[in-house]
C-alpha cells in the first residue's frame, strides 16, 4: 500500500481528478500485485526486486539528475534514510513472498492494517496522544486481524506470519517517513530504490532463473507501474483534500478479490472478508479521527 499524506483543498474539477488518480493508482498496484504473484512462482524474491528496481532507477534518473547526488547521499540523520530504505525493501519482499502461498486478497486484507499498526507505533516512538476512540479502533483492528488469519481453524500459519511482518515494516516506514518529514522526496525514493537494488545485486545471484525476454519486460514494468502509481498518488493529493480521497485505497481490497478470482481462481473464504471489512472500518474511523484532530489544531 502507498504511503499517506495530507493536500490542500481544492476546487470540484481537481477534487474530481484526484478522486480519478487515486482510483487508478489503486487499479495500477493491484495490476503490479497480480504480475509479482504470478512472477515469484518462476523468480526469486530478490531477483524480482532486482529488476524492478533498475526499471525504477532508470525512471528516477532524469529527477536524480536535476536534484544533484550531493543533494540525494548527504542528509541530515543519515541512519534515519537507512533504517527507512530497509524497511521498504523488506516490506516489498514479504509481500512477494507471502503472496507465493497466499491467495491476493488474503495478503493485500493484511496489509489494509497498516494504519493500526501506525497508530500504535506512533505513540511508542512518536509520543503521540490518543484518546479513547481511537484505542478503540486499534482495538476493532486487530480483532480484524485475528478475524482475517482465523487462529481457530486452518488459515493460521508463517505465510499469514510473513504478511503480518510485512504490514508491521510498512508501518515502520510510514512512522520513519514521518519523521523524515521535510527531507528531500526524490532523495527518500531514491533511498529506498537503491536499498532494493542493493539486496538484489546480493542475494539474487544465489536463486538466478534466466528470464525470457517478455518476462524480462514484465519484471522491469512491475517498478514502471509502481512508480507511475506512486506518482498518481502523490499527484491526487495534491489535487484533492487526503480526507477526500484515501479512504479510495480501500478499493484494493476489491481489486484484490476480483483479479485473485480472475487470474489465479482464488475465492476468499469468508473470514477474509469478514476480517477485511473490520479492518478497512477501523482504518477508515482512525484516519477521520486524524483529520478531525488536524482541523482541531488548525482551529
Not at 68 to 83: K, N, Y
Not at 117 to 123: K, P, R, S, Y
Request: net charge positive; hydrophobic share 60%.
Amino acid at each position: 500500500m502507498p504511503e499517506m499524506k495530507a493536500a490542500p483543498l481544492a476546487g470540484p474539477d481537481r477534487i474530481m481528478a484526484g478522486i480519478g488518480l487515486m482510483l487508478a493508482a489503486m487499479f495500477a498496484f493491484s495490476i503490479n500485485d497480480v504480475m509479482g504473484k504470478w512472477l515469484v512462482a518462476t523468480y526469486g524474491v530478490a531477483q524480482l526486486l532486482l529488476i524492478r528496481s533498475f526499471a525504477a532507477a532508470l525512471m528516477l534518473a532524469p529527477a536524480i539528475h536535476r536534484t544533484g547526488w550531493r543533494t540525494i547521499v548527504f542528509q541530515e540523520r543519515p541512519w534515519l534514510h537507512v533504517a527507512r530504505a530497509i524497511c521498504s525493501t523488506a516490506e516489498v519482499a514479504f509481500f512477494y513472498w507471502a503472496v507465493i502461498y497466499l491467495p491476493l486478497a488474503d495478503a493485500v486484507a493484511f496489509y489494509l492494517a497498516c494504519p493500526i499498526f501506525v497508530t500504535l507505533f506512533a505513540i511508542v516512538f512518536l509520543k503521540e496522544k490518543v484518546g479513547w476512540r481511537r484505542w478503540l479502533a486499534i482495538v476493532v483492528g486487530f480483532i480484524g486481524v485475528l478475524i482475517a488469519v482465523n487462529p481457530t481453524g486452518a488459515g493460521i500459519g508463517w505465510p499469514a506470519l510473513i504478511a503480518i511482518s510485512g504490514t508491521i515494516l510498512f508501518a515502520g516506514l510510514n512512522i520513519l517517513t514521518r519523521k523524515l518529514a521535510g527531507a528531500n522526496e526524490v532523495a527518500l525514493v531514491t533511498w529506498q530504490v537503491a536499498s532494493a537494488l542493493l539486496f538484489g545485486l546480493v542475494v539474487a545471484p544465489f536463486r538466478w532463473v534466466q528470464p525470457s525476454l517478455f518476462d524480462f519486460a514484465c519484471l522491469s514494468l512491475l517498478g514502471i507501474v509502481a512508480t507511475l502509481a506512486h506518482m498518481g498518488v502523490n499527484r491526487s493529493l495534491k489535487y484533492a483534500p487526503a480526507a477526500v480521497v484515501v479512504p479510495y485505497q480501500y478499493t484494493l481490497i476489491v481489486w484484490a478479490v476480483v483479479l485473485g478470482f480472475l487470474f489465479f481462481g482464488d475465492v476468499p473464504k469468508l473470514h477474509v472478508l469478514i476480517g477485511s471489512a473490520v479492518i478497512v472500518a477501523a482504518g477508515l474511523y482512525i484516519f477521520m479521527r486524524e483529520q478531525a484532530r488536524a482541523r482541531e489544531k488548525v482551529s
